[in-house]
Each structure stands twice: as structure tokens, then as C-alpha cells.
Nanobody, 125 residues
Framework: QVQLVESGGGLVQAGDSLRLSCAAS????????MAWFRQAPGKEREFVAD???????????HYADSVKGRFTIFRANGKNALNLQMNSLKPEDTAVYYC???????????????WGQGTQVTVSS
């Protein structure tokens, strides 16, 4: 089992920055890939970004088109922490953000075995 705990959400204004963090514990070797998803009220959960270990302390990163160039996903503390730096936030970024982990990764939520409880991000205009 892998336990994931998100932190860092809050209320900000459009154009502001925010950093989300996700701490992983337990069988972290099962978290080869980690990702952020988000879910806005009345909408389905959507992919934000993922990062996958590709060997020798290197990780790949992929982003949804809606956040590309504004958000950066990166690991810290080896495989035990995941961050999402969010810059130039827009009201449409308002959602509950979830951290997820799996062996394989990708942009489909069904590929992820472990989920955090979510953290609310609200961007006012």
C-alpha cells in the first residue's frame, strides 16, 4: 500500500502562484509514476500532469495542454514527495487537486492505484 497526503491548496487571485505537495509513504517502490489530477464541481476528474521514473535519477514529465507552460511537476526526496508548481493561475484552474501513484503512469485515472484525499485550489478573478 502507498499512502498519499496532499497539502498546499488555498484561495488565490488570478495570476498568482501556488505550490502543491504530496507526501508518499508505505510501499513507495510501487509509486514509479506519480501524477496530479483535478476535479471541478460538476465535471469529471481530469489529468493535469504526471512524472515517471526513467532511470538513473531521471524523470519524464507530461502535461495537459491547459496547464502546459504554467505548471511544473517535479519529485523531491527521491520517490517520496511530489510537487506541482502552479504559476499564472486562472479561475478555470479552480478544482480539488488529487495526487495519484502507480507503477505505470499515464494520463488515464484508471491507471493509478493509489490516491490522496485531495486539496482544494480556488482561484478568484
Amino acid at each position: 500500500q502507498v499512502q498519499l497526503v496532499e497539502s498546499g491548496g488555498g484561495l488565490v487571485q488570478a495570476g498568482d502562484s501556488l505550490r502543491l505537495s504530496c507526501a508518499a509513504s508505505g510501499r513507495t517502490f510501487s509509486s514509479n509514476a506519480m501524477a496530479w489530477f483535478r476535479q471541478a464541481p460538476g465535471k469529471e476528474r481530469e489529468f493535469v500532469a504526471d512524472t515517471t521514473w526513467v532511470g538513473r535519477n531521471s524523470y519524464s514529465a507530461h502535461y495537459a495542454d491547459s496547464v502546459k507552460g504554467r505548471f511544473t511537476i517535479f519529485r523531491a526526496n527521491g520517490k517520496n514527495a511530489l510537487n506541482l508548481q502552479m504559476n499564472s493561475l486562472k479561475p478555470e484552474d479552480t478544482a480539488v487537486y488529487y495526487c495519484a501513484a502507480s507503477v505505470g503512469g499515464g494520463s488515464a485515472s484508471s491507471r493509478y492505484d493509489y490516491w490522496g484525499q485531495g486539496t482544494q485550489v480556488t482561484v478568484s478573478s
